[in-house]
């Protein structure tokens, strides 16, 4: 697992939208098409802003990019404003150029749940598998909805919200718990760790305890995204107030062995703005 830390998240965000577009740009030169995991929630917000732009002004496009999302409330249709279908189409999709048909999401609304998860992991695997999982982490360290205690090799399938994920998602209730539904459908730990490759993006200090957890204790189903400590090819790309709780020698461990990435990607890009 790479960690690669940045100053704060407006950078980290930008590094991993500048990451993501060159991946789908090199992929566009042998003309297949691109299949991306995409999260919701706060985290990713700023990666799709700066790929909004990076699309607006010429730099990349996303006609080729086949997408899935990682999870879905139950019982939201597509156009409740607290869904994950509205929040992708207000947030990214209606800004982009990808082919409306090539968009894959979950049904909150589907009345044989089971169905619907093994329908999704079929369309997954007709697509080629995920290139590339984007994703975000929950403060106790759940990747996806995939709450603590859940199998690390877990499928698509309907999962109960723990209080804390509730608590914390409230605020895009207006702040009232009781409109946070019970259950989501969402991919599994196994269907993350299938893709080639995985980017999680994880800031503030609310994240720095599940962090630590994932990065420096051992494989563990109460953090499920210390799943990627089995991953060959994954990224955790974070800002400084993330690390707060790891051991000041694993930091510079990682600032060391990614300083290359990070002076690169600097030059390229003309340093943080
Ligand atoms: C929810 C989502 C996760 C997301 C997490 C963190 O639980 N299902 O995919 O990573 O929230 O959200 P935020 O990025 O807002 O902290």
Excluded at 13 to 37: C, E, M
Excluded at 164 to 190: C, H, M, Q, W, Y
């Amino acid at each position: 697992m790479r960690l690669i830390i940045h100053e704060n998240h407006e950078a980290a965000s930008r590094w991993a939208a500048h990451y993501i577009a060159g991946r789908i740009t090199a992929r566009q030169k042998n003309d297949k098409p691109f299949v991306l995991g995409l999260p919701t929630g706060s985290s990713p917000l700023e990666i799709y802003r700066e790929l909004i732009n990076m699309h607006k002004e010429g730099k990349i496009s996303f006609a080729n990019v086949h997408t899935f999302n990682m999870d879905e409330y139950v019982g939201l249709s597509a156009d409740h404003p607290q869904s994950y279908h509205h929040f992708m189409m207000e947030n990214f999709f209606n800004h982009i150029d990808i082919d409306r048909r090539h968009i894959h999401i979950l049904d909150g609304m589907a009345k044989d749940t089971e169905k619907e998860c093994r329908l999704y992991e079929e369309a997954i695997t007709a697509e080629g598998g995920i290139e590339l999982f984007l994703g975000g982490m929950g403060s106790d360290g759940h990747i996806a909805f995939n709450e603590p205690g859940s199998s690390l090799r877990s499928r698509t399938r309907i999962k109960n919200l723990t209080e804390e994920t509730k608590i914390a998602n409230a605020r895009f209730f207006g702040g009232d718990i009781s409109k946070v539904p019970s259950t989501a459908l969402t991919v599994g730990v196994g269907t993350v760790m299938d893709a080639r490759e995985v980017l999680i993006i994880v800031s503030g200090r609310s994240k720095a305890r599940a962090l630590q957890a994932v990065v420096e204790e051992g494989l563990n189903h109460m953090w499920t995204l210390s799943c990627l400590q089995m991953h060959p090819k994954a990224i955790i790309v974070c800002d400084e107030d993330a690390t707060e709780e790891l051991r000041v020698r694993t930091v510079r461990y990682f600032k060391d062995i990614e300083k290359e990435t990070i002076g690169v990607y600097h030059r390229e890009t003309g340093g943080e703005r």
